[in-house]
Each structure stands twice: as structure tokens, then as C-alpha cells.
């Protein structure tokens, strides 16, 4: 190409920032979904705080001030489709629109072999980790159409890229968020609606320490990781931040695995 035709490159860093846009991010009162809401304040976002509690969310929400972002906690049960309802309307109506959804409300509280997991804790696994992503996905993908577009990033697992052995239902469900991602991407595209996902691998939270701390189970799950630590919170963060901005303008339909090699095995 000759110069007179070379096409002069966009700044680039300017495109991660998030000035004037709204987000929300469930169950963001601790974990990775503190540090998602802490990154996109810090970028620019104004951040909607979900906890269970009102006072839960209250707590994330000053974390989020703290790094210098501004920040609105809203409590709800998102495994509820009229709790569900509630946050993205709420958020509307304060702050004008909804230009990010981040559904990152999930648990894993079975470690257990398949044969002994029961009803009960298959349900409980699915209403937290699939059944509210779906929700939030129709709740927040209905209000963008109108809008005319927006951002989407749905918070899965490397076990929904790969087995985990005693967590069945874990693995089902974030398997699931895959495919919701993918669905819904293609169909939302024409809107302008990005849909994407980030898969984490093992990160030091308070869901995942005590497996984590385990003197043979966590041994092995590090020498599993390729880069033989857990993460932290933060360095999953920066993938979200990543997605939800312009930066990734090209990008929907993709699972990011932030998982310390992990899936490449």
C-alpha cells in the first residue's frame, strides 16, 4: 500500500474507556463480580451494585466508590424473573438506559460424585448459575433492542469449556451459559448487541478457597493450571472491561478463557 492510500490508525487506549455508559453487574457484592463492578467504575461506568441484600449491595457498591467509580446497589434475588425485572427497570428509569449487562451471579456449592447429587442440588445449581443468566439475558436483550444495541457478557467457567470432576451440575450449567452466548449473539447481532462470555479458571474467592486450600485437591488443581497459581479476582476483571468496551466493537459469540492455560491442555 503506498502511503498516499495507508489508512491512519485509531487511538486505541481511548476506545477501552467506559464514560457514560450504564452497567450492571449481578451478584457483584463480592468475588469476581466486586472486581467487575470495581474495573468498569474505574473505566468510566456508572455500575449498578446487585446483592442478594440491599445491605450486601450496599457493601460492593463502596467498594466501587472507593476505586474512584460511581456506583448504585440495588438488591435482588436473580433467579426470580420479577426480581430480575425490577434491577434492569430500576436501572432504566434512574439512569436513563442500560448499555451494560453483566451476568455473573453463580455458586457452586456441591463438590460431590454424580451419583450422589440429588434434585435438590441440581435445581439450586441451575436456578443460580443458568437460570439467571437467562433471565438477565431477556431482561437486559429486550431493553438494548429498544436502545438500539448494547453489551452483554455472561460469566461461565472453564467448566464449561472442560470436565470437572464432582461438579456435575456446575459443569451442566456453565456449559449452558455457552451455548445462551453463542444463541444469542447470532440472533441479537442485527440490534446491535454484542453477546460474549468469559470463562474463568480457578481464582482466589471465598467460594473457591476452601477447595483451594485443600492439602490434595488444591495441590492438584495447581499443578493442573499451567501457570501453576490460582488468579485473582482483578486479572478476570480486565477481560470484562475488554469486552464491554469499543475495544471489542468486532467481537460476540466468544468465550474468553481466563484460566491460566488451563483449556489449552
Known amino acids: 500500500m503506498s502511503p498516499s492510500n495507508a489508512v491512519s490508525p485509531s487511538p486505541v487506549l481511548p476506545r477501552f474507556r467506559l464514560d457514560g455508559k450504564v452497567a450492571v453487574v449481578t451478584g457483584s457484592s463480592r468475588g469476581i463480580g466486586l472486581a467487575i463492578a470495581a474495573a468498569l467504575g474505574e473505566a468510566g461506568a456508572t455500575v449498578v451494585v446487585?446483592?442478594?441484600?440491599?445491605?450486601?449491595?450496599?457493601?460492593?457498591?463502596?467498594?466501587?466508590?472507593?476505586?474512584?467509580?460511581?456506583?448504585h446497589p440495588i438488591g435482588a434475588d436473580?433467579?426470580?424473573?420479577?426480581e430480575m425485572e425490577r434491577l434492569i427497570a430500576e436501572t432504566a428509569e434512574r439512569f436513563g438506559g442500560l448499555d451494560?449487562?453483566?451476568?455473573?451471579?453463580?455458586?457452586?456449592?456441591f463438590?460431590?460424585?454424580?451419583?450422589?447429587?440429588?434434585?435438590?442440588?441440581?435445581?439450586?445449581?441451575?436456578a443460580?448459575?443458568?437460570?439467571?443468566?437467562?433471565?438477565?439475558?431477556?431482561?437486559a436483550g429486550r431493553r438494548m433492542k429498544e436502545q438500539g444495541g448494547g453489551v452483554i457478557i455472561n460469566v461461565t467457567s472453564i467448566g464449561g469449556l472442560s470436565v470437572l470432576p464432582r461438579l456435575l451440575a456446575y459443569c451442566a450449567a456453565k456449559a449452558g451459559i455457552v451455548q445462551v452466548t453463542r444463541v444469542l449473539a447470532v440472533e441479537w447481532a442485527q440490534y446491535g448487541i454484542r453477546v460474549n462470555a468469559i470463562a474463568p479458571g480457578w481464582?482466589?474467592?471465598d467460594?473457591?478457597?476452601?477447595?483451594?486450600?485443600?492439602?490434595?485437591?488444591?495441590?492438584?488443581?495447581?499443578?493442573?493450571?499451567?501457570?501453576?497459581?490460582?488468579?485473582?479476582?482483578?486479572?478476570?476483571?480486565?477481560?470484562?472491561?475488554?469486552?464491554?468496551?469499543?475495544?471489542?466493537?468486532?467481537?460476540?459469540?466468544?468465550?474468553?478463557?481466563?484460566?491460566?492455560?488451563?483449556?489449552?491442555?
Open 207 to 265: 467460594m473457591a478457597r476452601g477447595l483451594l486450600q485443600h492439602p490434595v485437591f488444591g495441590a492438584q488443581l495447581m499443578q493442573r493450571t499451567p501457570m501453576n497459581r490460582a488468579a485473582q479476582p482483578d486479572e478476570i476483571a480486565g477481560a470484562a472491561v475488554y469486552l464491554a468496551s469499543e475495544a471489542a466493537s468486532f467481537v460476540t459469540g466468544h468465550t474468553l478463557a481466563v484460566d491460566g492455560g488451563w483449556t489449552a491442555l
Open 203 to 205: 481464582v482466589e474467592t
Open 50 to 71: 446487585n446483592g442478594r441484600s440491599a445491605e450486601s449491595a450496599a457493601a460492593g457498591a463502596e467498594t466501587v466508590r472507593a476505586v474512584g467509580g460511581t456506583a
Open 78 to 82: 436473580v433467579t426470580r424473573a420479577e
Open 111 to 126: 463438590y460431590k460424585r454424580a451419583e450422589a447429587v440429588t434434585e435438590a442440588d441440581w435445581d439450586a445449581v441451575m
Open 128 to 139: 443460580s448459575n443458568l437460570k439467571s443468566v437467562f433471565l438477565g439475558c431477556s431482561a
Open 100 to 109: 451494560l449487562m453483566v451476568n455473573n451471579a453463580g455458586v457452586s456449592e
